[in-house]
């Protein structure tokens, strides 16, 4: 398993610092993130088919995809000549909640109904609205370096966590949703998170407008978050009452697609709203 994580990053990081580094003249981060979306969103809803539970994927994938690439900078810009873009996003959100509800009202007779459109709402409330900020965040003022600040710290966080709990974890975090993590593993994420976060203060290309003790502080937010989204992911997978996200496709050494955005779908909250509520 470790011999697989460590190829998969051997290949999988340098593709993702090539797609953030080179959005131009083409979106390509936003298209991975789309695809990654796509891919995690499918995941989910065959995690509540497990369930019994019947959703709208095709729906749910659909809406999904709209949701991330609308948080494009230079799509809102587009849309900015056409019409006011500031409501595309409302527009979205409601005809997310309403359609997928009408299309199953026109299917009456049917169990579960209710279910069904709640599952299917959250599939794109969790994946698309959520992964969308990390497309939001490549748009804002030095947003390639705030999206490698995302990324890596919540890398940092995730490696710290795993060999400081295989080497040290001895108290549960979380039995009854996630067995193997412990306290210890998560307080080495914290670590691993801030002092990551404390190199973006360094004078390099990579350097943020924050001071150390700001860096500190929203290491450990990010850490804490993306450990939260994390939980969130094991509980709705022992709900389904399987272990990884996916089998069929899978990122070697690290489960499902789903598996993969647990953490940074929190994070990538987190991050937005610090840099237009604080930096901006």
């Known amino acids: 398993m470790l011999k697989k994580r460590v190829i998969t990053a051997l290949w999988g990081i340098p593709l993702l610092i090539a797609a953030v580094w080179f959005d131009q003249p083409l979106p390509w981060f936003s298209v991975l993130v789309a695809v990654w979306g796509m891919l995690a969103v499918y995941e989910f809803y065959r995690l509540v088919d497990v369930r019994k539970v019947r959703s709208l994927a095709i729906f749910g994938l659909l809406w999904t995809l709209l949701f991330i690439i609308s948080r494009d900078s230079d799509l809102l810009s587009i849309l900015e000549s056409r019409f006011n873009p500031s409501l595309f996003t409302p527009f979205l959100l409601t005809s997310a909640v309403v359609l997928p509800l009408i299309w199953l009202l026109l299917r009456s007779g049917k169990d579960r109904t209710f279910i069904s459109w709640a599952w299917t709402v959250a599939g794109i409330l969790y994946v698309g609205w959520l992964l969308g900020y990390l497309v939001a965040i490549r748009g804002v ?31 549960k975090l979380a039995p009854q949703i996630s067995p193997g993590k412990t306290w210890e593993g998560a307080i080495g994420g914290i670590f691993g998170s801030a002092i990551i976060s404390l190199f973006f203060i360094l004078p390099t290309p990579l350097i943020l407008p924050f001071s150390w003790w700001q860096a500190l ?3 450990i937010i990010i850490s804490i978050f993306g450990q939260a989204g994390d939980l969130a992911e094991s509980l709705l997978k022992r709900n389904a009452g399987v272990k990884d996200s996916s089998d069929r496709i899978s990122v070697p050494g690290h489960g499902g697609f789903l598996d993969r955005i647990d953490s940074v779908v929190f994070a990538g909250v987190v991050v937005y709203y610090y840099v237009v509520w604080v930096v901006q």
């Open 141 to 171: 003022d030095d947003g390639r370096n705030w999206v490698f600040y995302t990324m890596f710290v919540v890398f940092a966080s995730d490696t710290a966590a795993f060999f400081i709990g295989r080497a040290f974890g001895r108290r």
């Open 217 to 219: 502080i929203l290491g």
